[in-house]
Each structure stands twice: as C-alpha cells, then as structure tokens.
C-alpha cells in the first residue's frame, strides 16, 4: 500500500492530465 | 408551499418526469430534425438534452433524499409494509448508470452546441455520438422509471401481481361453485399478496448495488476523499477561471479581446464541471446522509440548475457575439454575464458551506 502523500497526487496528476488531453482533443477538433 | 417543497419525496417525484417524459419530448424533436435537416430543431434538441441531464443530477440527489423522507427520522426508522428495501436498491443502481450515460449526453451535446457557433460544420461523429448516447440514455432512464414505479406501487410488481392474480382465480372459482374451495379467501387486498411474496422469499440475501459498493469503496479508502476533494479542487479552479475571464469580457474589462477569442475557453469550464460532476457525485453515493437532509446542498443543486440555464443562453443567443475587439457587450449579453457569476459564486458558497451552515461532516 503506498502512502497516501503519494497515492493522492499521483491519481490527481492524472487527472489533470486527462483533462488536458481532452482540452486539447476538443480544441484541435475545432479548428479541423 | 414550503411544506410541499421541503418533503423531498413531492421534489423527486415532479423531477423525475424531466429525464423521461421530457426527454421523450427532446429525443423525438431530434429525431425529427434529422429526418427534416432542421438545424434550428437540432440545435433545440442539443439544448434540451443538455438541460435534462443536469435535470437529472438534482433527480438522482433527490432520489436518494425520498429514500430518507420514506424511512423517516430517528432509529425506529423503518420503511412501510408494501416497500422492500432491494427495490429501492435496484432502482438506485438503475437510476446511477442512466444519469451517467445523461451526463455524457449532455456534454457531448453541449459540445455540439458550442463548435456550433465556431465551425461551418459539425465533425462528422458529432450527431451520431449524439443519438446513440441519447438512445442508449433513454432506455436506461426507462428502465430506472420502471424499476422506481415498482417502489409504491404494489399493483405493478410482476412478483406481487402474480399473486395476486392467482388469489383471484380462486376468488372468482369459490364465488362461481360455492363450497368446492374449502379455505378460499373472503378477498385480495394488494397487503396479502405482498406479504405472501416477502414469506416465500424468506429473507433475501442483500441485493448486491453498485451504487451502494462504489460508496463502500469512496468511504473504505483513506486516499478516496482527499483525491477526490482535491480533484474537486481543480475542477472547480478551471471552471471558475473560465467563467470570470469569459462573463468579465462581456462586462467591459479586456475590451481588446474579441469575446469570440475568449469563447474558445469555454470547453476547458465545462471540464472542469465535468471533474466536479463526477467527485461530486462520488461524495454523494459515498455518504448520501450527509447530503439528502442538507438545505445548503438542495440550494447548491438549485443553483447548478440556474448554471445549466443560463449557460444554454450563451450557447443559443448571439448578443454576445457583438462584442468585437475593442466594443461593449449588448445589455441582455451583460445581464447574463454578471448572473453568470453571481450563479456560480452561489454554487461554490453553498458547495464550501456545506459543513457550517449545512449538516455535512
């Protein structure tokens, strides 16, 4: 079990990074 | 009135004809449109899909808040007679998977909605996307619909029913041959055969929920909730920041940029809503009682409802639009930007007052 000061900002980096993959998605969409 | 409005059984009783009598309505119109080409019925139906699905948000909280209303308070709290609690538990799981696929259903159509105020053509997935989520939405909201009939209304449990139909078949024999049924039963009220159903079924093992496992899961982890309030966090920074620089635009301040510029933003807010969407309702099946008896969250639901409102104006209206670089918003443009942030303000008090004026945690 890894700590938590690990396991939360790792799962909510990745979040974060999901968002942004999907912000980027949606833009380069719009501008096809 | 206030009574009506603070038993939270009449609330989701009247909020849960918006995800499936209304959204017959919207998915017809849509249906319509592609047949006719309509892109004036289209963009409607985008519209009202997107409003339903954050209908449904307050239908599904509410939900859960019925469920507390119909136990009632204290430790003798029970449910009446004629209700099994798995029923309530089957529905609740039907009702957490349709409200989801609404969800995605009204992102994607609000995203419909916004390329289709900056692009000459929608990309080609757009529609079908669309009209698959909302078939796949429908059926599921039928079935939630169905299964939640079934909590009150005896009359229509296949189980119950069959019962009781066959107390009626010996009913009607006795009453034909007087004397060839010896025990025949004097009548059949629905209680007999609901209780009949409950003895043969003896006590059931505990209906396996998803809902009520994903909320063991949110509540059985100690890294659950401070991800989830720290995502919550994040969301609610992306959606706020989106919010200030497009309705401040509208309000006079960085005149120089087009609002057009500052439009392209706007799906990185309804991310970020997305991200609160979602932790958001993991803190509710987490923990619902922290919630359902809660009138700082009924506001907060209320004001997320306004939120859907009056981003829809955004979205169909085009006063805003008439903010070139270096020219005012119209009005009507400004009126709904300073709401806008008044809604969203209201949201994020009610969300942080939870706890201090509310009963959470």
């Given at each position: 079990m890894m700590p938590l000061w690990v396991t939360v900002p790792l799962i909510v980096v990745a979040g974060v990074l999901v968002t942004g993959l999907l912000a980027y998605v949606i833009d380069r969409s719009n501008h096809a | 009135m206030i009574d009506f409005l603070s038993n939270t059984s009449h609330i989701h009783?009247?909020?849960?004809?918006?995800?499936?009598?209304?959204f017959t309505v919207a998915l017809a119109l849509f249906v319509i449109a592609l047949f006719t080409g309509s892109e004036t019925l289209k963009k409607t139906g985008?519209?009202?899909?997107?409003?339903?699905?954050?209908?449904?948000?307050?239908?599904?909280?509410?939900?859960?808040a019925a469920e507390a209303w119909l136990r009632g308070a204290g430790t003798a709290s029970a449910l009446p007679a004629h209700v099994l609690s798995d029923v309530i538990r089957e529905h609740e799981d039907a009702a957490l998977w349709a409200t989801v696929l609404m969800a995605v259903t009204?992102?994607?159509?609000?995203?419909?909605?916004?390329?289709?105020?900056?692009?000459?053509?929608?990309?080609?997935?757009?529609?079908?996307?669309?009209?698959?989520?909302?078939?796949?939405?429908?059926?599921a909201m039928s079935r939630t619909a169905y299964l939640?009939?079934?909590?009150?209304?005896?009359?229509?449990?296949?189980?119950?029913?069959?019962?009781?139909?066959?107390?009626?078949?010996?009913?009607?024999?006795?009453?034909?041959?007087?004397?060839?049924?010896?025990?025949?039963?004097?009548?059949?009220?629905?209680?007999?055969?609901?209780?009949?159903?409950?003895?043969?079924?003896?006590?059931?093992?505990?209906?396996?929920?998803?809902?009520?496992?994903?909320g063991d899961f949110v509540i059985g982890h100690t890294w659950m909730w401070p991800t989830l309030e720290t995502l919550h966090f994040v969301g609610l920074s992306l959606l706020f920041t989106t919010v200030l620089i497009v309705n401040l635009r509208l309000l006079g301040m960085i005149k120089v940029v087009p609002y057009a510029a500052v439009y392209q933003l706007l799906p990185i807010g309804m991310l970020g809503f997305a991200i609160n969407l979602v932790t958001g309702m993991l803190f509710f099946v987490g923990i619902p009682s922290q919630y359902n008896a809660n009138p700082v969250f009924y506001w907060k639901i209320?004001?997320?409802?306004?939120?859907?409102?009056?981003?829809?104006?955004?979205?169909?209206?085009?006063?805003?639009?008439?903010?070139?670089?270096?020219?005012?918003?119209?009005?009507?443009?400004?009126?709904?930007?300073?709401?806008?942030?008044?809604i969203w303000l209201a949201v994020l008090y009610c969300g942080h007052m939870l706890p201090f004026?509310?009963?959470?945690f």
């Open positions: - | 009783l009247l909020l849960n004809h918006v995800p499936t009598t209304a985008f519209a009202m899909f997107f409003v339903i699905a954050a209908v449904s948000i307050a239908t599904y909280t509410s939900g859960s009204g992102f994607f159509s609000w995203l419909a909605l916004w390329q289709s105020k900056t692009v000459r053509k929608l990309p080609s997935w757009s529609v079908p996307l669309v009209l698959v989520l909302a078939l796949l939405s429908f059926a939640g009939g079934h909590i009150n209304h005896v009359e229509i449990r296949p189980d119950v029913v069959a019962v009781h139909k066959a107390c009626e078949a010996i009913l009607d024999e006795a009453t034909k041959r007087p004397g060839s049924i010896p025990d025949a039963p004097e009548g059949c009220p629905w209680q007999s055969a609901v209780d009949e159903v409950a003895k043969a079924t003896g006590t059931p093992p505990p209906h396996t929920s998803t809902a009520r496992a994903l209320v004001f997320v409802l306004l939120a859907g409102l009056n981003t829809t104006y955004f979205m169909l209206a085009d006063d805003a639009w008439r903010a070139r670089a270096g020219q005012s918003a119209p009005p009507r443009a400004r009126v709904a930007a300073a709401s806008a942030i008044f004026i509310g009963n959470a």
